[in-house]
């Protein structure tokens, strides 16, 4: 049974430091997306790929925020200063479409 | 105005309870919706696509109003286990994303 994986599953850091999150698409899928959640405003879009090229970062804050795609097997989302807003459910999915999404179990993460 | 808009809830049904959810969504170029399943602390699961026509799923039935740009799910005999939240999901038109409800919550009684 094929599944999106994400490392870590947890993460608590301090404010100002730097928070690499990593996914594993499901093989085959050439869409990817990474999300938000929180309680507030809940799932939110912050970037997605085709075919490991970005088309759409625009929900994410470009400042501190990056996400790239080193190959088809890897996608990575990088926060670099941390702030305890970031503090929130980070999940990755994937696709062969936008619409038809498969999501990872979600990394947590706690910025003190 | 939120583009999908969904009454948080929760709704408390006893088992066996008939239960219907709403949706409102604001993009009327939205071309294709969905009901998506989250149990808590876990991931989002597709539950099912919405159709023009309305379209049934075992004790699941979902149905669109274009016109009204609203969505709902209907769940007949709810089970214990259908208890989690429930996230309305429609794309978001030009640019094919897709835009997620805040959810629904449901908890389901013995």
């Known amino acids: 049974d094929a599944r999106v994986t994400q490392t870590p599953r947890h993460k608590v850091t301090e404010m100002g430091q730097e928070v690499t999150m990593r996914c594993q698409p499901i093989?085959?899928?050439?869409?990817v997306f990474w999300y938000r959640q929180t309680m507030m405003q809940g799932l939110e879009l912050l970037a997605y790929?085709?075919?490991?090229?970005?088309?759409?970062d625009s929900g994410m804050p470009k400042d501190r925020f990056s996400a790239e795609m080193p190959d088809a097997t890897l996608a990575t989302l990088k926060i670099q200063p941390s702030e305890p807003r970031d503090s929130a459910v980070y999940f990755c999915?994937?696709?062969?479409?936008?619409?038809?999404?498969?999501f990872g179990p979600g990394t947590r993460l706690l910025v003190l | 105005r939120k583009e999908v808009e969904q009454d948080p809830g929760p709704f408390n049904v006893p088992e066996g309870a008939t239960v219907a959810f709403n949706c409102t969504y604001s993009n009327s170029a939205s071309q294709s919706f969905f009901w998506y399943r989250q149990d808590c602390r876990k991931e989002p699961k597709l539950l099912m696509s919405?159709?023009?026509s309305g379209n049934e799923d075992g004790r699941f039935t979902a149905q669109l109003n274009r016109a009204s740009q609203y969505i709902s799910l209907l769940i007949r005999d709810s089970k214990l286990s259908d208890s989690a939240t429930y996230l309305c999901v429609v794309n978001e038109g030009n640019t094919g994303k897709l835009i997620f409800g805040q959810g629904t919550t449901l908890q389901v009684k013995p």
């Open positions: 919405v159709y023009s």
């Open positions: 790929f085709r075919n490991r090229a970005p088309l759409d």
């Open positions: 999915a994937s696709g062969l479409t936008q619409e038809t999404q498969y």
């Open positions: 093989l085959g899928h050439n869409t």
